[in-house]
């Protein structure tokens, strides 16, 4: 039986070998290859034949990057062969195939984590602010893993901290008494936990952060008097447009299209009025209109490219250091601070509709003072979403200047 798998795997092999050979004949003979244009120089002149040897390797590598022919090849073989782990540019992570057939990153040295300097930021955020009669609500976003599922999700051998590390630092945010939530029991209790996220992508997809969304309303309204329209909330009030084979996410990049497929994204469209102003200093203007116009970035699907492509920016447009949506149909409403990571690209839009003024700040990318912005913004509620990582991201919990 060893033999056999053996054999088929090198059948595999040489079929694909085989492919990617058939693949630079094809550019070589339509005129598109960065090979041939060498062959050339070398014909025309011999002694070109030196530079010729040093240049036929990157010419090569140029052919089949073309439509990222050694991803692809090497993610197809892959596949066919059954592997679930795969080496990452970065080595301190690997791309692992779950056992329901998603991608995650998987880090080999990953141990649990010492969260105590990140409770002690938030605590010390939420004295700060207590000082200043502002709330903090501190969200726990739920990671791809799900919680308690990790040994049957994960290749044997392989671990994952990510959910632990999040129920430690929770812990000691509740302990302190810094008000949290904690948003995976509410995925968990959904049908099908893993359609929430994308395939190739860590991410939650625009149907997860709507789901998460609905929830946060309701604690909103109880618990800081944040009140939602119940029409925003309603999925019937808004058309969906979904964009099929349209995204391949941070692993699928990794991997090719081959190894895991790619996925669809979905765009909310509100049915009801909506009209809103979009800022920030990474634009070069200002974006207003309704919610598709302002806050959706329909040019990010504008066309199919996976691998130069990012439609999951389609929402809020990417990560920004800071940024503004203001609702122009709710101006006497209550005023968020978000402090985000990029689960809250899909987020930011739909809890926009929740309050007068929405301010993004990711401290990734945000080089002012946090304290001072957030005196000068005086919100009347401090919310902090981020997804605990199996490894360090000390960098979301920095919240003095100069420090991300």
């Known amino acids: 039986m060893k033999h056999r798998k053996e054999t088929i795997t090198a059948v595999l092999f040489f079929l694909l070998l085989a492919m990617g050979l058939c693949y630079i004949a094809f550019l070589f003979l339509s005129g598109q290859s960065s090979l041939r244009e060498e062959l050339g120089k070398l014909r025309r002149d011999p002694g070109y034949v030196l530079e010729f040897v040093e240049q036929a390797e990157s010419a090569l590598n140029e ?30 992570a690997r791309v692992v195939r779950l056992s329901n057939g998603t991608l995650n990153f998987s880090y080999p040295d990953a141990q649990p984590l010492d969260v105590s300097p990140q409770i002690q930021a938030v605590n010390d955020l939420h004295d700060v602010l207590a000082q200043w ?22 290749p044997p051998g392989i671990y994952d901290y990510a959910n632990d590390n999040a129920d430690r630092l929770l812990a000691g945010l509740q302990a302190h008494g810094t008000d949290t939530w904690d948003l995976r029991p509410l995925f968990a209790q959904q049908e099908d936990y893993a359609s929430l996220f994308f395939c190739t992508d860590h991410h939650w997809k625009p149907e997860g952060a709507f789901l998460a969304w609905q929830e946060l309303t309701g604690i909103l309204a109880q618990d800081y008097g944040i009140h939602t329209p119940s029409e925003y909330t309603d999925p019937a009030n ?23 497929g790619t996925d669809d994204i979905t765009e909310y ?64 409403g209550k005023k968020i601070v978000l402090l985000r990571e990029s689960f809250s690209c899909a987020l930011a839009p739909f809890l ?6 929405l301010t993004t700040i990711d401290l990734r990318y945000f080089d002012g003072d946090l304290l001072d912005t957030l005196r000068e913004i005086d919100p009347d509620l ?17 919240f003095q200047q100069g420090e991300t």
Not at 240 to 259: A, I, N, P
Not at 352 to 357: N, Q, T
């Open 133 to 154: 009669d502002i709330p903090l609500l501190y969200v726990a976003a739920p990671q791809k893993i799900q919680d308690g599922q990790e040994e049957a999700l994960l």
């Open 382 to 398: 401090v919310l902090t979403l981020y997804c605990v990582s199996s490894i360090s991201n000390q960098d979301l919990f920095t």
């Open 269 to 332: 469209i509100p049915r009801f009025e909506t009209n809103f102003t979009y800022a920030s200093p990474s634009f070069a203007q200002e974006r207003t209109g309704t919610f598709s116009q302002s806050l959706l970035f329909p040019e990010r699907v504008a066309e199919r490219d996976w691998f130069g492509g990012n439609p999951y920016t389609l929402y809020s447009g990417g990560d920004y250091g800071i940024a503004t949506m203001t609702n122009h149909l709710n101006p006497d």
């Open 63 to 92: 052919d089949l990057d073309q439509s990222h022919g050694f991803i692809q090849l090497y993610g197809g073989f892959q596949r066919l062969s059954g592997r679930r782990m795969l080496e990452d540019v970065n080595q301190a």
């Open 352 to 357: 926009a509709l929740s309050c007068s003024e």
């Open 238 to 260: 808004y058309e969906t447009k979904v964009y099929e084979d349209y995204f391949l996410g941070s692993q699928g990049k990794r991997t090719g299209t081959l190894y895991a």
